[in-house]
């Protein structure tokens, strides 16, 4: 497990994070620090890491990252840490348009899709 916050080419990003699924990386969005928790085998372990390094839960948003496909469908907003009804989020997908904006900005701001 790791917490991303420099950019990281896409390839880099594939070589180092595809760890315990063949295709895709687990990650957990700190909306609020923009930064990224990534490589484990559980959306709650992320979660806990980001958790003990000073993150407020509401902030938190599990992802799953594809670094092998193209930009368009790079990212998956689909995690259990995601259902809280007292946010308004009764499901696993990430609902409401503008934290999922915010996930894609950071995203944009820490991988590189270009390599």
Known sequence: MEILDKKINKS???????????????????IENEIIAVDSELHSDLEALLLENGSKQK????????????????VEFTSLINIRPHQNNRSMEVEDCEIKSRIMKIIDKLIDYGH
């Open 59 to 74: 902030n938190l948003w599990g992802i799953n990252i594809h670094p092998l496909r193209e930009k368009e469908d790079f």
């Open 12 to 30: 880099e990003f594939a070589k180092k994070y595809l760890t315990y699924y063949e295709t895709i990386s687990k990650a957990v969005v700190d």
